[in-house]
């Protein structure tokens, strides 16, 4: 049986590896860890000259990415919308959270948020690369966070079925969509 102890990395793309490691540097205090450029693909061995990038998330998590300069542009996917593929990462309170925006601001970068999760509160953001950011805090109690588990798969069989929205988690954004925030 497989036992997995942590993801390793998660790799995206880039258009230009300095200015990446520049802003995840600059904005989110990561460091740039480890640099890797071939001319050949080592799992295919395609010739395809890259730089791979590394750096630290925090806890042993990395963030990776990939400049590709003899690949057309990098784009999104325009068949999902821009709020679906994100990078969340974790910050240690509200506290943390708003004064991670206000500097991310300050650097003159547009920030949406504070939302209301219901258990996390997040900022959301973009890098130069169009990638989606998202910086949350978890608030949600234990007893939240459990109940949450067990309707899990109530929840993932009725949506299964009839592919609308289950009500079983809908106290989540309750407070957000009737004003009480």
Request: charged share 30%.
């Amino acid at each position: 049986m497989i036992e997995i102890e942590q993801i390793h990395h998660v790799a995206y793309r880039c258009n230009d590896a300095k200015e990446t490691v520049e802003f995840y540097k600059d904005v989110l205090n990561m460091e740039f860890l480890v640099a890797i450029a071939e001319d050949r693909v080592p799992s295919t061995k395609e010739p395809d000259p890259y730089m791979h990038l590394f750096l630290d998330a925090g806890n042993g998590n990395i963030l990776a990415f990939f400049e590709l300069p003899t690949k057309p542009k990098m784009d999104r996917d325009h068949n999902t919308p821009a709020w679906v593929q994100h990078i969340a990462f974790r910050v240690k309170d509200e506290a943390a959270l708003l004064a991670a925006k206000a500097d991310i601001e300050a650097k003159g970068i547009d920030v949406i948020g504070p939302t209301e999760h219901g258990i996390i509160r997040s900022i959301y953001f973009f890098d130069p690369n169009g990638h989606r950011l998202e910086l949350t805090h978890t608030k949600g109690s234990d007893a939240q966070m459990a109940e949450l588990k067990r309707v899990a798969p109530l929840m993932l069989e009725e949506w299964s079925r009839t592919k609308k929205a289950p009500q079983h988690a809908a106290w989540l954004h309750e407070a957000e969509f009737n004003g009480l925030d």
